[in-house]
């Protein structure tokens, strides 16, 4: 098992920035891949970034690509999300997750933390 726990989220106004991080704990391993997803209320959940624990690469949405970063801290078993330049739109409960296959797909994460919200105002 393991388990994760973001932490960061907040009301931030447009153009701001905020970082978030989640914890993970248990059985993690290099070979998972650590993504973040939100979900915005009426919409489906949808991928925003994912990194690799072993290697470092890391995978953006277009929609937040040059805007957000993804990064992670081994040592601490942390991994982060810092988003700059946000818009209304980025509003939503941001979730991380875990998974050893496909970082693109919900359906291949396995572990999820309890999200954390995001409300960026006009």
């Known amino acids: 098992q393991v388990q994760l726990v973001e932490s960061g989220g907040g009301l931030v106004q447009a153009g701001g920035s905020l970082r978030l991080s989640c914890a993970a704990s248990?059985?993690?391993?290099?070979?998972?891949?650590m993504g973040w997803f939100r979900q915005a209320p009426a919409k489906e959940r949808e991928f925003v970034a994912a990194i690799t624990w072993s290697d470092g690469s890391t995978y953006y949405a277009d929609s937040v690509k040059g805007r957000f970063t993804i990064s992670r801290d081994n040592a601490e078993n942390t991994v982060y999300l810092q988003m700059n330049s946000l818009k209304p739109e980025d509003t939503a409960v941001y979730y991380c997750?875990?998974?050893?296959?496909?970082?693109?797909?919900?359906?291949?994460?396995?572990?999820w933390g309890q999200g954390t919200q995001v409300t960026v105002s006009s």
């Open positions: 997750a875990a998974t050893s296959l496909r970082y693109y797909s919900i359906y291949d994460y396995d572990y």
């Open positions: 248990g059985r993690t391993s290099s070979s998972y891949r």
